[in-house]
């Protein structure tokens, strides 16, 4: 998920593929307008639900019990991550542009 362009505006983008720690600092630090905030909030829930975990299993499958990305997530699970990345790049325009 591309959530770290939002995280630039606050600091050098780490080598993570857990953006929602990034985004949650600078939410605490009060980084981000009052009108942005509730989206900022919906986006750091999008970043966890498709955090590291799910990254690691889309692309390398479940090692300990020798099972592929393909056996790990069905079409509607793959449907529903596509909807949630959609929803999160939305948030992150919006918040870009300050609504």
């Known amino acids: ?3 770290k362009p939002c995280s630039l505006c606050f600091r050098p983008v780490g080598r ?13 630090k009060n980084r981000f307008p ?4 509730s989206l900022v909030e919906r986006l750091i829930e ?10 690691v299993q889309s692309d390398y499958g479940d090692e300990i019990h020798w099972r592929t990305p393909w056996e ?4 509607s699970v793959a449907q ?5 990345a959609e929803e999160a790049v939305l948030l992150a325009k919006q918040i870009a542009q300050g609504n």
């Open 16 to 28: 993570t593929h857990n953006p929602a720690a990034p985004l949650r600092r600078a939410l605490n």
């Open 46 to 55: 999008c970043a966890k639900l498709l955090g590291p975990a799910i990254h």
């Open 80 to 84: 529903q991550a596509l909807s949630l």
């Open 34 to 37: 009052p009108e942005v905030r």
């Open 72 to 75: 790990l997530f069905d079409e």
């Open 1 to 3: 998920m591309r959530l």
